[in-house]
């Protein structure tokens, strides 16, 4: 009985604290007015306490929310991404219904024409409130957050829904794939960018389920198929798909070279199905069809154009440094984490057993250097996207710590003393100063 009401209090709390997280994130702003354009956010007040700098793109995905049509401009920098902009647009419907039942935003839609610098206009179309697109964009972040959560307590065997799972020092850790700097920036800013964290709990859970062969050819297939659909929404599951294929592939080629080559091609051609649909679509309209990164970033292609014109070395050097810069990134968002991991093993543990060849070290690796590689060649390098490597690195010392956690000797002090660290810690992130990028 007393058992019981433990784990239903470590549920309540640990739900909580990630609520309430999540609300005070919207003290401020925090970025002072004439700081706007140089940390690339826009201020927006609610009152005098509460408020968000929000980042400079979040303006477009909401209009592009009030009216999808956007999206078929050929100068659209969204069109690569429809599916967050739709599903926020289908899921502000009943939101509209339901809040001019009681008589607000009675005044949408509308249309606003805006003087622009060059002594031209725009018509820009509005088909809801902001206020009702910004709090779609925020109940899909938090289900994003909670799908989260979801696969990274599979990754371990236990389950969001159980609440005896909550008595595990495992659901503790990986509450910091929310206490993080993309959340912190991205929650309250409409955006694609949490699902970075989504694509890493997602790619190593199912390399997990190929590794031990928990998972079919038929399962596979839908798999695929969800991967394909999540391509609409952020162009980062290719990761996914190349972890995924990489492992089948090499965990059945033996068997049956033939067969394998087969299925890699069918899983092939469902994941990019989509995205074909879409911009075979596109195309149709425009006749043209608009790659931001492509177009910016000169993603990829500069590495085949050093490929192609013998400058090997210069293509090498090029991804060393933005890859080292990308890292980098990463360790001055979260040495610290990282070095109170490394203070725990030593003072609280006395051997630490694990096996590199375990399929959630081989997994959470793996994703690691892809994620990475992955957004070197991009040559899209900004905070907020290495940011996501604290999936895998979390995984990893999530997984050394459940596994050794019989051999930790001062387990009072070792929980005593996390618990006030992490409190700081949760005081200090919530409160602290960007990044913004």
Known sequence: MESNFISKMLFYLFWTLITVYLFLLLIGPRVPDNLQEEYCVRNFEINSYLGHSMNC?????????????????????????PGLITTVHILTYPLDILFKTFGFFNDYPKTTEINLNNDQSEIIYEKFHPKLIYLSYALVNFFIIILI????????????????????????????????????????????????LLCGVFTIKYIIKIVEEKINHKELLMTFLVLGVSLLFYGVFIVSYSCLLFFYFFKNYKDDLLRSFSYVSIFSVIFISPFLIWYSYIQSI????YFQVFREHDSVIW?????????????MLKFYKD??????????????????????????????????????????????????????????????????LI???????TFIIQQNYKNCYRKKRFIITNAFAFCAFYIWSILKFGPYS
């Open 57 to 81: 793109d979040s303006a477009d995905w909401m209009l592009n929310a009030s009216d999808p049509s956007r999206l078929l401009d050929k100068e659209s920098i969204r069109q690569p991404r």
């Open 149 to 196: 959560l979801k696969l990274a307590f599979e990754i371990f065997n236990i389950s969001i829904f159980h609440i005896r799972n909550y008595e595990h020092v495992t659901a503790w850790l990986l509450i910091f794939l929310v206490f993080n700097n993309i959340t912190n920036q991205f929650f309250w800013s409409p955006s694609t960018k949490l699902l970075n």
């Open 286 to 289: 425009n006749s043209d069809f």
């Open 303 to 315: 590495f085949v154009d050093l490929i192609l014109k013998k400058e090997f070395g210069n293509a």
């Open 323 to 388: 890859s080292s810069f990308f890292i980098s990134g990463f360790l001055k968002q979260y040495w610290l984490l990282i070095f109170l991991f490394f203070t725990n093993i030593l003072i609280f543990f006395k051997n630490i057993n694990f096996s590199f060849k375990n399929p959630v070290i081989i997994a959470s690796a793996f994703y690691f250097f892809i994620y990475i590689i992955f957004f070197s060649l991009v040559g899209y390098l900004p905070l907020n996207i290495s940011a996501g």
């Open 391 to 397: 999936v895998p690195i979390l995984i990893i010392f």
